[in-house]
């Protein structure tokens, strides 16, 4: 049979090309005053515009906490007891975590993970 290695390889290639991961893009540092204001962007790559975005807060000495997703169409949901300071919004690839009135206790590693699913894998 000729065409079965045709077939396994055409299929592998689709296959291959489907499992893409999003690769995310985070600006290695922000800095901004207290009282003020802080936007910060991950943006998913070409073709994964679609996933959601979860963002975490990791302060010094102290475990990762999940703020929120923020989807594609800007919506977005925060993980109980985060303030209202902090809310999400979308553009295109870009997904936006925005702390409004920084206080200290917000200085901390942000870091963004996608997820077609929310809740699924994180990078």
């Given at each position: ?18 499992l893409s991961q999003p690769v ?96 699924d894998s994180y990078g």
């Amino acid at each position: 049979m000729a065409w079965a290695p045709l077939l396994l390889l055409t299929l592998f290639l689709h296959c291959t090309g489907s499992l893409s991961q999003p690769v995310l893009t985070q600006p290695p540092s922000a800095s901004a005053s207290l009282g003020a204001s802080a936007k910060l962007t991950c943006t998913l790559s070409s073709g994964h515009s679609n996933y959601a975005i979860a963002w975490h807060q990791q302060q010094p000495g102290k475990a990762p906490r999940y703020l929120m997703y923020v989807k594609s169409d800007g919506s977005h949901s925060k993980g109980d007891g985060i303030p209202d300071r902090f809310s999400g919004s979308s553009s295109g690839a870009d997904r936006y975590l925005t702390i409004s009135n920084i206080q200290s206790e917000d200085e901390a590693d942000y870091y963004c993970g996608a997820s077609y699913k929310i809740g699924d894998s994180y990078g």
